[in-house]
């Protein structure tokens, strides 16, 4: 897959629809990828009966948590992780709605292409002529990082310089990771450390997502089906708005976040590195006629350049290995230049 430096089409972004009465047919998706929408009112405090896991960062974190850890990855592919100390959550989403609320010209300063998709975006993957999905995105590397340039510059809190609020929260989520690592490390059976050495100089990168009020919320979804691609995400999700949905046991289950808390959930290369042990469970939002979203993912990335591969521990135990090594550098280019597909990218690399 070679790499494209520009969009198949021009690029429309999704706020700009926002207040038409019907959306445009680029974003209708076929019947069967359509939604069933409950009829739940913005705001509802009332809690889902089938939701994923809580987990409390405290106990995970002294390793008290190994079987629940296990039971969540093997099961629900996510979790809430409550009680992890992060205290600049809500101010890096209110800067990050700041931003999306900017001039459009202004926002228009940061369009990304997809040479590196760093900066403002509305899709991913550049096949021509493909549905899109009703969602404007900013995504960012942070592990190495973007270059300044690509920062906004206003609203100013998000200014790099002196560590804008972003980057503070994002080096408080790395040290969460670590632990999170340790933990599934330990879930899976094999050395504390394990994770950390097979993912290596580990790389993040960041992607805020925002949903425009959609005025045919029944005919699109604002992300469509996918798993994410990296190891480990961690969604600050919105604290008004639900929207994400994961695929459990067939069904499409809308999670309810809780309060202050950070949903994790398990990327494409923990499932190669876990032999299929642990899923990368696929996901997608709803679109919403009430009321736009924002929610603000931080991706933990294994080094570009190390081969994944299924642990011999685990391949010794359960064995065969079911999925192919590969470089993270290679598997994104999947998602970059496909787009979404479900788990088809995974699936790929299949050995059986
Ligand atoms: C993502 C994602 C979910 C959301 O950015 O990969 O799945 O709720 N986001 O925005
Ligand atoms: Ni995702």
Redesign the pocket.
Known sequence: MEAVYEWPEPVVRVQTLAGAATIPDRYVKPLSERPKLAAVPVGSTARASNNIPVIDFASLASGRETAAVAAACGEWGFFQLVNHGIETAEEVRQAWREFFALPMEEKQRYANSPATFEGYGSRLGVVKGAVLDWGDYFFLHLLPPSPPTKWPSSPSQLRTGNRGKTEEYCAAVAKVVEAVKRAISAALGVEEGYMAAAFGQAAAAM?V?YYPKCPQPELTLG?SPHS?PGGL?F?L?DEHVK??QVRHAGEWVTVDPVPGGLIVNIGDQIQLLSNGTFKSVE?R?TANAAADRI?V?YFHNPQDDLLISPASEIVKRSGPAVYKPIMYREYKKHMRMLGLGGKSHVDSLRTT
């Open positions: 992607r997502n992300l994410d995400t969604l999700p929207g994400l996901h939002v929610s993912a």
